[in-house]
């Protein structure tokens, strides 16, 4: 059933005060998957008299979830600061305004310009928001993510952030920020109020994974050593790698086809690769994907 009806238990408190102090914010909101935290917060948080500035390739539930707000909705051009400062100006005049990015870009695994954009935002007075779902758990030094990775921590006033890649594997998501925001989405968060909650045994997976992280950095530290080797062995045979040195590490194709046969060959060896083509990424950089993860052996 629903948290806020009887869906919530002690298990789900807990990992609500673990996700938390793991991120050194005030409080947090669990919710069925990070799809979910999106749809859920922009609704709530941005009415009328605010704005809203999106990076344009952000993903595809942040960019729903903003449909649902009735607030200025301005795209910045991608990393692109001088565009985000043009944007800036041309709404001094809202009451609120939200700068909103991915941490990392799932697709080419490039880093969102977080300092520069912390920078801005506190030139005019704006909120940032990121989507850390492809840095929590393993960017970083202890795996906090992209802000961390960054060295920004704690400039960052709202984060939503998964339980479905690195902190279990199974579903969820959550927001973690200001309480008053947090209790704001307790009362008017659709996703949050009218749906399901998750179930115990997935809570208990994502809370142990947090305890593992929370008392040794020895598994975020093995990602990095493994995305290091992995993109200097690709890129001395001669392919070429995108994004920032990211465990998400595309290899650049361009050929549509020549990128789903060679992860479908990849896939017959027992190399789990996916391809990616046109329409989930532009024409002309249809590539196959890899992701590193701590298990694999040197």
Known sequence: ????????????????????????????????????????????????EDALMSDELNHASIIDGIRLCKGQKHRYKHRDMKDLKEKLEEVKGARRKLIVTDGVFSMDGNVAPLKKICDLADEYGALVFVDDCHGTGFLGETGRGTEEFLGVSGRVHIINSTLGKAMGGAAGGYTTGPKELIGLLRQRSRPYLFSNSLPPPVVAQASKVFDLLMTSSELPKKVVANTERFRKRMTDAGFTIAGDNHPISPVMLGDERLALEMADEMLEMGIFVIGFSFPVVPRQSSHSRPTERRPFPR
């Open 1 to 48: 059933t629903a948290l806020p009806i009887c869906g919530t238990q002690d298990i789900h408190i807990d990992l609500e005060r673990k996700i938390s102090k793991f991120h050194d914010r005030e409080d947090s909101i669990l919710y069925a998957s990070c799809f979910d935290a999106n749809a859920g917060i922009f609704e709530a948080l941005i009415g009328p």
